[in-house]
């Protein structure tokens, strides 16, 4: 039987899974990060502002400013991963931003307290293997692909490594996973906002960035509730892993969607990540 932040953490794997697919489907419907990311927030920050209060834990105390570093870095991330999608394919880019889990690992163990083990460095070496693979690098060249789409989707992994341990401090102290997000979300509509206003005079809203936006918001509000929810009991080398499995959920859903090719070279990068996740898993 497993213990219950292991089931939060596959239900927010599969709420990722759903909303890395909508991005990647948005990029290719014309819809900009910019439209995308305020149409998003501009849904999610009422959501959870009205969950957080009527469960009682809407209260902006001290760790709940960590929403400010928080929206920083998921407004960082997301915007990368959305550069790099509409520069690449998104079954390269999702794997590689979603094996984020490898610097909240690092960072956890090396500043957290949590433990160092073989599996764990295991996991390390299997990560760096799929990258290398799902992203097609060649030794002595550069990717068959967008080079540049790949350099986006390694800086949007490691905004996200670093916000999963903003997000594991929160709810460590106290923060309710539902007030940590809206917390994030109110400091994110503001930094969206003013993207769009300096890169596009404004936000553009349209009927397609509303329908990708609705399912995103939904989904990235559900995934982060569980995957929070999954933290406050269970490591952030442990429940990270397993969370960001949703790649492949994204990957196969480009494949059949979106018409993406499956590659040998494709299927191995996926085969060394499913094996991260387990090293990691397992402790």
């Known amino acids: 039987m497993f213990p219950s932040y292991i089931w939060y953490a596959l239900l927010a794997m599969s709420f990722y899974?759903?909303?890395?697919?909508?991005?990647g489907r948005a990029t290719r419907k014309g819809v900009t990060p910019?439209?995308?990311?305020?149409?998003?927030?501009?849904i999610v920050t009422p959501l959870t502002g009205i969950w957080a209060w009527w469960e009682g834990t809407y209260l902006w105390s001290k760790p709940a400013f960590l929403g400010i570093a928080a929206g920083v870095f998921v407004f960082i991330g997301l915007w990368a991963f959305m550069k790099s999608l509409k520069l690449g394919q998104t079954s390269v880019s999702t794997p590689i931003y979603r094996i984020s889990f490898v610097i909240t690992a690092l960072i956890a163990i090396l500043f957290l307290g949590e433990t160092m083990t073989i599996r764990k460095g295991i996991g390390f070496l299997l990560a760096g293997a799929a990258i290398f693979f799902i992203s097609d690098f060649r030794l002595g060249g550069a990717a068959r692909g967008s080079g540049k789409?790949?350099?986006?989707?390694?800086?949007?992994?490691c905004a996200v490594g670093v916000l999963n341990i903003v997000y594991k401090l929160g709810v460590a102290n106290g923060v309710s996973p539902v007030m940590m997000l809206h917390s994030q979300a109110v400091f994110f509509i503001t930094i969206a906002l003013i993207y769009a206003r300096v890169t596009q005079g404004g936000p553009r809203f349209s009927r397609a960035g509303w329908a990708h936006a609705s399912v995103t918001a939904l989904s990235f509000t559900g995934g982060i509730v569980a995957f929070l929810t999954a933290l406050q009991s269970g490591e952030a080398s442990v429940v990270t892993p397993i969370v960001l499995l949703s790649f492949a959920v994204s990957v196969l859903m480009a494949t059949w969607w979106l018409d993406e090719l499956f590659t040998a070279r494709k299927l191995a990068g996926l085969a060394f990540a499913a094996g991260t996740i387990a090293a990691f898993s397992a402790g």
């Open 34 to 42: 910019g439209t995308m990311l305020c149409s998003q927030s501009a």
């Open 17 to 23: 899974g759903v909303v890395d697919f909508t991005y």
């Open 149 to 157: 789409s790949i350099l986006w989707a390694v800086t949007a992994m």
